[in-house]
């Protein structure tokens, strides 16, 4: 079973730290006001959210 991780936050220290969880085989739902800086970690897998609501 893979753990699934929300990331809020994807400026310059919020971006490292996702990647690093992504590449440690976190599942990864990720939210940041600037859409751009989300779809480029979703693609490379993680689900980019359109709201920080669960």
Avoid: E, H, W
Wanted: a positive charge.
């Amino acid at each position: 079973m893979t753990t699934t991780i929300a990331f809020l936050g994807l400026g310059a220290m919020g971006s490292r730290m996702a990647v690093n969880l992504q590449s440690a085989g976190f599942a990864l739902r990720v939210y940041n006001r600037d859409r751009a800086k989300a779809r480029a970690l979703a693609d490379k897998g993680a689900l980019a959210c359109d709201t920080p609501a669960p």
